[in-house]
């Protein structure tokens, strides 16, 4: 059964900061890793997709990796600015069972 | 355009009623899901579609009972309400190919009295 954690649970930075979000999963047998922004009372935002054969996408000021053989992806976010603040999520496919696995999410707080 | 649309998006009732969620999918999608998020944001799957068929059903109450008229659509419907099904429910919908990438709706927040 895959399981899919997330650390840190919560994260607060000042603007401008560079940080890192970290997901791990045990069963590195995956399609892909998605990464889903969440803002309060609001539904999940795709924010990338990484399919299992690549390494990283990039989108603006975000970078995604993904390392299948130690089970890890990162969500690189630079430049942090008070917008950015949400609840980060990420999640992997049961590649037998037709769902998607979610870890627990990060909540980032950038300080103005 | 909404891609994947739920209504409604909030809801109040009484314990004992029965109530219904509905979603559509604009994406041409085979695979349609709800996941329930609970009050401590956790996100679990509840069922997945594809393409009308149930293919995962995971250990939720059979007092919760999709239903998929067609591919584009699938609607939850809850008999019995009780004080924990109170929680924000999200429909989901991605391709059959094992892309998987997952889009969402904007939650129906659901609140039993």
């Known amino acids: 059964k895959q399981e899919v954690t997330q650390i840190p649970a919560a994260l607060s930075v000042p603007e401008g900061e560079n940080l890192v979000l970290n997901c791990s999963f045990t069963d590195s047998a995956i399609y892909n890793l998605q990464w889903f922004r969440q803002d309060p009372g609001k539904g999940l935002t795709s924010l990338l997709l990484?399919?299992?054969?690549?390494r990283e996408q990039t989108s603006g000021r975000l970078n995604a990796s993904l390392d299948k053989s130690s089970g890890r992806s990162t969500l690189y976010i630079a430049a942090s600015q008070p917008g950015d603040s949400a609840t980060y999520l990420c999640?992997?496919?049961?590649?037998?069972?037709?769902?998607?696995?979610f870890g627990d999410g990060t909540t980032l707080t950038v300080k103005p | 355009d909404t891609a994947v649309s739920q209504t409604p998006k909030y809801l109040v009732t009484q314990m004992g009623n029965d109530k219904s969620i509905k979603c559509e999918q604009n994406?041409?999608?085979?695979?349609m899901y709800w996941y329930k998020q609970d009050s401590k944001k956790f996100l679990k799957i509840m069922f997945s579609?594809?393409?009308?068929?149930?293919?995962i059903n995971e250990t939720v109450p059979n007092r919760f009972s999709p239903k998929s008229p067609d591919k584009a659509h699938l609607n939850l419907h809850i008999n019995s309400l009780e004080l924990g099904d109170s929680a924000v429910y999200f429909c989901?919908?991605?391709?059959?190919?094992?892309?998987?990438?997952?889009?969402f709706g904007e939650g129906s927040r659901l609140t039993v009295l």
């Open positions: 989901a919908s991605s391709p059959r190919d094992s892309s998987g990438e997952l889009f």
């Open positions: 990484i399919q299992s054969s690549q």
């Open positions: 579609y594809n393409n009308k068929e149930l293919i």
């Open positions: 994406l041409g999608h085979d695979t």
């Open positions: 999640a992997v496919p049961d590649t037998n069972a037709g769902k998607s696995t």
